[in-house]
């Protein structure tokens, strides 16, 4: 009898096994994304306005304040809806594309001799002149962070998401070639990420994802998660 009644409940629950394999509690992400890192660019408008500088030189390789990111983010769903997790990660950014205007290179520099020189060489020089500064930061984040599915389906989901939590972020400014002071800054700072569109599609184990937002890990972000 009791054997019969432990083959019973061994069956059944076998049975039920699919059933919470489908529906999982826990979730692993890793993404990468591109974003924008604001304070670098107030810190360069600083310097274009307190030294005359100009803006939007250096054209080809002009990435003022562009963020790249890596995160790994994990989630427990209590239910369809609703996940609660942590994200953790790191991001760099640079900024150029601020040099001495023309007209005040020119009068330091005696080697043009007639007005032909003189263009010729502005438009090479606006074209592709080389930043008079340079600024690098690069920080490490981790967010509490909490999501929302509005349509949870076995290989598709639509969410919003949104995390608030801290960095340690540090950014140098340094001039090369001119006497432009140098600025550092190194601490804790406020880090937050709000993702209105979230998008996953594929298996119910492993699933590729896609968000935009704003925020530490970018406006655009994606990677792949798996479902445990």
């Known amino acids: ?3 019969h009644l432990f083959i019973a409940l061994l069956g059944a629950a076998l049975m039920t096994l699919p059933t919470y394999g489908q529906e999982s509690k826990h979730e692993i992400r890793a993404g990468v994304g591109i974003g924008d890192d604001a304070h670098i660019g107030n810190i360069q ?3 274009i306005r307190n030294f005359n500088l100009e803006e939007g030189s250096n054209i080809p390789n002009d990435n003022s304040g562009y963020e ?5 983010e994990y989630y427990y769903h209590p239910n369809k809806h609703w996940a609660f997790g942590v994200s ?3 991001s760099t950014a640079s900024g150029e594309g ?3 205007k023309w007209d005040d290179r020119f009068r330091l520099d005696d080697s043009f001799q007639n007005h032909i020189d003189y263009i010729w ?3 090479v020089y606006e074209l592709w002149a080389d930043s008079d500064i340079e600024l690098h930061s690069k920080s490490e984040f981790l967010m509490p962070e909490v999501k929302y599915s ?4 076995a290989h598709f989901r639509l969410y919003s998401k949104l995390g608030f939590g801290t960095q340690h972020y540090k950014l140098d400014v340094t001039s090369d070639r001119n006497s432009f002071p140098e600025r550092h800054e ?3 700072r406020l880090a937050y990420q709000a993702s209105p569109l979230g998008i996953e599609a594929g298996g119910e184990c492993m699933r590729g994802f896609v968000e935009l937002g704003y925020g530490k890990q970018g406006v655009l972000n994606l990677g792949i998660l798996l479902n445990l």
């Open 1 to 3: 009898m009791k054997i």
């Open 45 to 47: 408008n600083q310097y």
């Open 68 to 72: 790249t990111s890596a995160f790994l």
């Open 88 to 90: 953790l990660g790191f």
């Open 98 to 100: 601020a040099s001495v």
């Open 121 to 123: 060489n502005g438009i």
């Open 150 to 153: 509005w349509i949870a389906k």
């Open 186 to 188: 190194n601490g804790l």
